[in-house]
């Protein structure tokens, strides 16, 4: 009996260690916020990542944009956030310096090796100290979507979208549809997305720096923001308003036919792609201001950041993970699939990259692009939409919401960076 008891533990414990060899090793949490076409991209790359690397789950979580910053930055200040999460430019500058992201080791790539590979808006904002603190992912430039079908309806050659800030009125008024006491039953130009709106005409508009970090400020208070900020009170206040925060309201105007122009991000096209098959809309270069050089039209240069946690365990394995996300194999799934653009210098001119019209105009893009200007992104987001809001909503004096919010954001700047 005893002879038998021992052989059964014997086997019991073989058991119990095949089990545990088995079984992953590791796991990296990853975070970022969902969307149609990059979530469906992301769980095939891992499971790639997995199949070469045996003993390793990427466990992935993609989180409703509206919730993400909240659940991440608890997250993160309760020590309990994930091993590897993708933050905004924005969030470069604070977050480089915040002691929360462990910086990319020489291992996974040198300093000398990503400002060689990298297009250098797409990394510079996370650069602290001689050390990067992230690899840029989801590149986005802004462009703007023609529903071609609105615009022959009301006579307008969608092949002649609007190319200056004028034309952008006039071609946005001719459009726009009233019913007989005044309402907007067809708008303009969709303005629900006020932040491509709001950032695209103060970085167009401003030749110098929209915020000035050294100074520790933001520049869109005077003149040249000024005439940015009038734009919009142009085309979303009186009588010859192209859209309205009461038409639609938190409503997708351009994807349900009731708006001819859509100023967003390349991977738009993704989606209008998967979920609105049957419209007819094109991909333009953005409306640049009056005077400007229309061979060269300023547009926003954004992306996000896959960053490693300062406090995961699987360090080495957080950064291979997000150098496989930043690798040329993956960025042209990126490209091709969810159709962001590239951060990799060499895939700029691809031209396995650019199969049509709408790819190629969003690629070339990027050689217009200004990266976007903020230190932070939704409390930035807050003041600008607030700034906003008081001229569409609240009847304020363009000078006057600009001033108040132009105060708010040095103030924010200031307690950052101190």
């Known amino acids: 009996m005893r002879k038998g008891s021992l052989v059964l533990t014997w086997v019991i414990l073989m058991s119990l260690c095949l089990v545990g060899a088995a079984s992953p090793q590791v796991v990296i949490r990853h975070w970022q916020h969902h969307h149609e076409s990059r979530t469906p991209v992301l769980e095939s790359v891992a499971k790639e990542f997995e199949k070469r690397n045996p003993g390793v789950t990427i466990e992935f979580e993609p989180i409703p944009y509206d919730a993400y910053f909240d659940k991440l930055l608890t997250a993160l200040a309760s020590k309990t956030g994930p091993d590897v999460f993708q933050v905004p430019m924005g969030f470069g500058i604070e977050m480089s310096r915040s002691g929360l992201l462990a910086p990319v080791p020489e291992s996974v790539f040198t300093t000398k090796e990503i400002e060689a590979s990298f297009l250098p808006w797409t990394v510079s904002q996370f650069k602290y100290n001689g050390k990067y603190y992230g690899l840029p992912t989801d590149v986005q430039t802004l462009v703007m ?33 009233r019913d007989k006491s005044g309402k907007i039953i067809q708008g303009g130009l969709d303005t629900r997305y006020k932040w491509a709106v709001i950032n695209l005409f103060l970085h167009q508009s401003i030749n110098g720096p929209v915020v000035d970090v050294a100074k520790k400020r933001v520049t869109y208070g005077e003149r040249e923001g000024l005439e940015a900020w009038n734009l919009i009170a142009q085309l979303m206040t009186g009588p010859e308003a192209v859209d ?62 896959y960053v490693a946690n300062a406090k995961t365990q699987n360090q080495k394995l957080a950064w291979q993970w997000i150098q496989f996300l930043a690798s040329e194999e993956v960025q042209r799934k990126w490209v091709l699939e969810s159709r962001d653009l590239p951060s990799l210098i060499r895939l700029v001119n691809d031209p396995e990259l650019t199969p049509d019209l709408e790819a190629k105009i969003a690629m070339d893009s990027l050689q217009f692009a200004r990266p976007f200007e903020g230190v932070g992104r939704n409390d930035v987001d807050e003041i600008r939409n607030e700034i906003w809001d008081n001229i569409v909503i609240g009847g304020m004096s363009v000078e006057k919401a600009v001033s108040a919010g132009a105060m708010a954001e040095t103030n924010l700047i200031q307690r950052k960076l101190r």
């Open 145 to 177: 979507f023609v529903n071609d079908t609105l615009l022959k309806e009301a006579g307008l050659d969608p092949n002649k979208p609007p190319r200056t800030w004028s034309e952008l009125i006039e071609q946005s008024r001719i459009v726009t549809k």
């Open 244 to 305: 309205s925060p009461t038409f639609l309201t938190g409503q997708m105007k351009f994807e349900q036919e009731r708006a001819a122009f859509y100023i967003n991000h390349p991977v738009t096209r993704g989606r209008l792609e998967l979920n609105h098959p049957d419209i007819k809309w094109s991909v333009h270069h953005v409306p640049a201001p009056d005077g400007h050089d229309l061979s060269k039209p300023t547009t926003v240069g954004h992306h996000w950041a």
